[in-house]
Structure formats: C-alpha cells, structure tokens
Nanobody
Framework: QVQLVESGGGLMQAGGSLRLSCTAS????????MGWYRQAPGKQRELVAT???????NYADSVKGRFTISRDRVKNTVYLQMNSLKPEDTAVYYC?????????WGQGTQVTVSS
C-alpha cells in the first residue's frame, strides 16, 4: 500500500517563505510524475507545480517566479519552496504522484498567509 505524507505547512506573514515536503512510502516501483495542487476555501483544486513525465516543470501563472518544485528520487520525495508568499496563496496544499499506473494524493497541509 502506498502512502503520501506531507509536511511543512503553517502560518506565515506575507512576503515570507515556506517549504513543503511530500514523501511516498510503501510499495514504490516507479514514480512517473510528481506535483503539487492547492484548494482554497470555496474554490476548486488547482495545479500549482508539477514535474512532467519527461522531467520538465510546469507552474501555474500565479506562482511563477515565486515557487520552485524539486525532488529527490532516492527519497521518493517532492518539495515545494514557496517564496514571497501572498495572502492569496492561502489554501490546503496537496501532493500528487503517479506511481505505476495509479494516482495517489497526500492528506493535505494547510498554508495560511497573513497580510
């Protein structure tokens, strides 16, 4: 059984930084893609940043230049470095991984940015 565990969320003032981590454990054979999504209250879940199958990165326009996605394949971990945080970045952040042919979601971690 595969489990994704996230950490690193919290409360931060606008302009500050946070780093999220998501580690996959269990029967890991091949992680094809890794990414981060977020869901703000009353809004749909949206893509924040992902690695594609080819290894390139894709970012939402709203976070380009401020957020950076990275990964450690040995540790089965994906990171999201979030700089210059804004109140509109407040949301629950979820990691998502395609492992084999199955998509898995993390449990979510709350990020709250105060003005």
């Amino acid at each position: 059984q595969v489990q994704l565990v996230e950490s690193g969320g919290g409360l931060m003032q606008a302009g500050g930084s946070l780093r999220l981590s998501c580690t996959a454990s269990g029967s890991i054979f091949n992680i094809n893609t890794m990414g981060w999504y977020r869901q703000a209250p009353g809004k749909q879940r949206e893509l924040v940043a992902t690695f594609t199958n080819g290894g390139s990165t894709n970012y939402a326009d709203s976070v380009k230049g401020r957020f950076t996605i990275s990964r450690d394949r040995v540790k089965n971990t994906v990171y999201l470095q979030m700089n210059s945080l804004k109140p509109e970045d407040t949301a629950v952040y979820y990691c998502k991984m395609e492992i084999g042919v199955v998509w898995y979601w993390g449990q979510g971690t709350q990020v709250t940015v105060s003005s």
